[in-house]
């Protein structure tokens, strides 16, 4: 079975653009979680997706944004970049979100440089 | 809110030796525990996980980890570790979301032990 899946590995951008990375979870996983990760904050929950809903939401601004699709593939986009989103965003998908806690499977992540 | 605390950003180790890596954890309702390693340029790779049951976890490479309530801990531990296990070592506390509110999950991560190991 394959895994998680991100595109694209690495990303370069200038201030003020705009981002969109893709995460294809693990066949039959319908929970997509993404996390941010930075030498300062270390890993950080930005949100959670199952049935093409946000579930939950860390404590991110709004230029973070993401959507799920029906066959459970996420994407999230980021807004107006500013150099502190500098950093590899990690997707991680499980098959459900409820009782009993499911694990979550990490793709490899994509690196984000900001300019 | 749940936290967690990996005390030791740097653990520096002789391969061959024994290893432990200290997690605490603060959560209010029983904890879902887990291990993760990451290796440069790499995702997080799950080591083990405690959900209930034996307090004692076994792990994928050799590695357990053992859950102690009373301390709120959940030390990882390798017999002996090999150069291959140099990595950054990640504890993490699932939150099970409330059901009312919508549920789902999130993990909480302490912030890292980079584990070098000298030949």
């Known amino acids: 079975k394959a895994g998680v899946t991100q595109t694209p590995r690495y990303l370069i951008k200038t201030r003020g653009q705009q981002v969109t990375l893709s995460c294809s ?8 979680s993404w996390y941010q990760q930075t030498p300062g904050q270390g890993l950080q929950f930005l949100f959670e997706y199952f049935s093409e809903t946000q579930r939950n939401k860390g404590n ?14 996420s994407e999230m986009n980021v807004s107006t970049l500013e150099l502190g989103d500098s950093a590899l965003y990690l997707c991680a998908s499980s098959l459900d979100g409820q009782v009993p806690y499911n694990e979550q499977f990490f793709g490899p992540g994509t690196r984000l440089t900001v300019l | ?21 200290r997690c605490n954890y603060s959560y209010g309702a029983t904890p879902y525990l887990f291990w993760y390693v990451q290796s440069p340029g790499q995702g997080l790779q799950l080591l083990l996980k405690y959900f209930s049951g034996d307090t004692l976890v076994q ?19 390798k017999p002996s ?39």
């Not at chain 2, 749940?2 to 290893?19: F, K, M, R, Y």
Request: aromatic share 10%; charged share 20%; net charge positive.
């Open chain 2, 81 to 119: 570790v090999h150069w291959s296990d140099a990595a950054e070592y990640f504890c993490a506390v699932g939150a099970l979301a409330n059901i009312l509110t919508g549920g789902g999950n999130k993990l909480t991560f302490g912030t890292g032990t980079q584990l070098k190991v000298e030949l």
């Open chain 1, 25 to 32: 979870p693990i066949s039959g996983h319908r929970s997509v």
């Open chain 1, 60 to 73: 991110f601004p709004g230029r973070f944004s993401g959507r799920q699709f029906s066959n459970s593939r």
């Open chain 2, 59 to 77: 792990g994928i490479k050799g590695f357990e980890a053992e859950f102690k309530r009373s301390q709120s801990s959940f030390n990882l531990r």
């Open chain 2, 1 to 21: 809110a749940q936290s967690v605390t990996q005390p030791d950003i740097h653990i520096t180790v002789s391969e061959g030796a024994s290893l432990e890596l």
